[in-house]
């Protein structure tokens, strides 16, 4: 288990379950998914994208009327570990 420092302790890096709830593929190739983090915490509309270092997961946003800039209003701190796991999970549901 990998220790990581926050503001000045040690914290341990911790173990999440994740569960795919839903996932659809649009006609264009996107894909919107639904996660439940250890089974307490839900999110809603994550999208999977292709990047120039390989897929990424894109947290919910909404855009601001005012300056027409896009803000997360959900997010949560990945690995690669488990932006792999998770979409892994996202194809399996695909299937």
């Not at 996932?23 to 639904?34: E, M």
């Not at 915490?41 to 120039?52: A, D, K, N, Q, T």
């Not at 270092?53 to 027409?68: E, H, L, V, W």
């Not at 701190?77 to 399996?92: G, N, S």
């Amino acid at each position: 288990m990998e220790s990581k420092r926050v503001f000045g302790k040690k914290t341990e890096k911790k173990e999440h379950s994740f569960q795919v709830t839903r996932a659809h593929q649009f006609t264009d190739g996107q894909v919107s998914f639904n996660l439940c983090i250890d089974g307490d915490i839900f999110m809603y509309g994550l999208r999977v994208y292709e990047g120039e270092k390989g897929p990424f997961i894109s947290f919910p946003a909404r855009k601001d009327p005012k300056d027409g800039k896009y803000w997360n209003h959900c997010m949560i701190k990945l690995d690669e570990e488990q932006t792999e796991t998770i979409i892994r999970l996202v194809e399996e549901r695909l299937a």
